[in-house]
């Protein structure tokens, strides 16, 4: 074998031992403790996101966040009411979608449809209103592509207006 040929040789033969090598775990000494096999470990699931807790007046808005599919998107969140007295979501506004409304999924004859509510959604008092999936939600209309957030301004009847940062999460 010539010279080069030997090197080409030599060189293989190297790269193969390295990668034959590598992800191999190392010899365990007895002072070594081995940590558990990845099946072992338990899995983790990062926390889905929402939006921080928002307050205005009585009211207190808890784990927002939004969902969108072309052409279409929704919001969930939660309105604790502190208050002696009721209050009511009048409104929400985006600049984020081309329409936005307030639903309500629901049964009629057999089927689910999604019924607009506008004259808004109650938040009792001392008690909470929450908007869900297969329930009352914002529905976003014609939703800017790629949002990862969505700004939203919520109208209430007694407490003003809440502004709101919303994660839009990933489908599935």
């Known amino acids: 074998m010539d010279g080069w040929r030997r090197s080409l040789f030599l060189g ?30 338990a899995a983790v699931e990062p926390p889905a996101p929402v939006a921080p807790v928002t307050s205005v007046g009585d009211l207190e808005i808890h784990d927002a966040w939004a ?3 072309p052409g279409v998107g929704a919001v969930y969140l939660t ?10 979501l009048l409104a929400v506004e985006t600049a984020d979608a081309g329409g936005v409304m ?5 049964e009629q004859d057999a089927m689910m449809r999604m019924v ?6 109650e938040v ?7 908007l869900a999936p297969g329930g009352k939600h914002v529905m976003l209309m014609d ?9 939203l301004r919520l109208i209430f009847e007694t407490a003003g207006t809440a502004e709101l940062e919303i994660p839009v999460r990933p489908l599935g």
């Open 124 to 130: 009792p008092a001392d008690g909470s209103l929450e």
């Open 116 to 121: 607009g509510h506008d004259h808004g959604f």
């Open 102 to 106: 307030l639903h309500e999924t629901v």
């Open 79 to 88: 309105v604790v009411n502190g208050g002696a007295e009721s209050d009511r």
């Open 143 to 151: 939703p800017a592509a790629g949002l990862t957030i969505v700004a």
């Open 67 to 69: 969902r969108m599919t």
């Open 12 to 41: 293989c033969v190297a790269v193969l031992v390295l990668v034959a090598g590598c992800g191999q775990p190392a010899p365990e000494t007895q002072d070594e403790q081995r940590s558990p096999e990845p099946e072992q470990q």
